[in-house]
């Protein structure tokens, strides 16, 4: 059924559902619902509230189960939902510290390639300072790079 957005008199809600207001009553009695009141103490039932109510109709009429049994689902519910925020909370803080100790990672791995490449340098100028028998100047990071990768490629020889 359509509903509006407000709030609905006892005698709406039990029309839309097709109960007699005194098993509203005998349901806000038990505290399974709980309607505002107006100012003359005519209860106001709210959207949640009637979602509430379809869903107390739907496990007593349609599934059978007593008020007490209604109770408990309704906690186990809400607990449930309240665990699961506390879950998503939890999730959520680990993926920070991950991702916090992912850049941490990264950044010590960059160091530590930019340490390689510099050792290669200083192993470059000593081997060519060693042969020539003179200090070698190296003069830019892409020299020394592309002798890295130069002195890192394997050749092969092909089967004749």
Do not use: C
């Not at 509006?4 to 809600?13: A, D, L, M, P």
């Not at 060519?128 to 028998?133: E, M, R, V, W, Y």
């Amino acid at each position: 059924m359509k509903r509006k957005k407000g709030f609905y008199s006892i005698s709406v809600v039990a029309k839309m559902f097709g109960v007699h207001q005194q098993t509203i009553r005998m349901y806000e009695k038990e505290g399974l619902i709980t309607p505002k009141r107006s100012a003359g103490n005519t209860r106001l039932f709210s959207e949640d509230d009637v979602d509430r109510l379809e869903e107390i109709i739907n496990l007593t009429h349609k599934m059978g189960i007593n008020l007490a049994g209604v109770e408990m689902i309704l906690k186990l519910q809400r607990k449930m939902k309240r665990m699961q925020s506390d879950m998503n909370k939890l999730f959520d803080q680990m993926k920070g510290q991950l991702d916090e100790e992912s850049m941490v990672f990264k950044d010590d791995a960059k160091k530590q390639a930019k340490r390689l490449v510099e050792m290669k340098q200083e192993s470059i100028a000593l081997t060519q300072s060693k042969q020539s028998g003179k200090p070698v100047d190296i003069d830019s990071e892409e020299e020394i790079e592309a002798q890295i990768v130069d002195d890192w490629e394997i050749d092969y020889e092909e089967d004749k």
